[in-house]
């Protein structure tokens, strides 16, 4: 809704997304996001945790920039170290009272960390390979 009222008249969201470049790979990474995020949200909201419901907000925030194309390389070291970040958080803050919710939380944050390392690995990869295309 707040998307909506901040674009200009005639304008529409998908005017401001690129995702004709995303593969599977990346669809799979927002999939995990939004799981974890609003899991975050959720679970913040439900413990009475702010921070846990901030680091939710944090999660869905990236997605919406990744959406936007605002720079996916970035995005993928920032989402790696800030979903590692979550484990000893989640580890000192739960110490002794893990919840099924947060294992299924931190496989998923797992998937996400290799999955962000294989698409950042292939960013870098195709980047290089357009460097020397264009030195060449």
């Not at 739960?94 to 960390?113: M, P, R, S, W």
Request: one cysteine or more.
């Amino acid at each position: 809704m707040l998307a909506v009222c901040l674009m200009p008249m005639g304008q529409t969201v998908s005017s401001y997304t690129e995702t004709d470049s995303l593969t599977t790979t990346h669809w799979l990474a927002i999939l995990l996001v939004l799981i974890t995020g609003v899991i975050h949200v959720y679970a913040g909201f439900v413990e009475g945790r702010v921070p846990v419901s901030l680091a939710g907000v944090g999660f869905l925030g990236a997605a919406v920039l990744f959406l936007l194309d605002y720079r996916r390389s970035l995005l993928y070291i920032v989402g790696i170290v800030y979903t590692a970040v979550q484990f000893p958080l989640w580890y000192v803050a739960n110490a002794g009272e893990f919840t099924t919710l947060g294992y299924v939380d931190k496989i998923l944050q797992g998937a996400l960390i290799v999955v962000l390392t294989y698409l950042y690995w292939k960013a870098r990869k195709t980047a290089n390979k357009d460097r020397e295309a264009t030195a060449a």
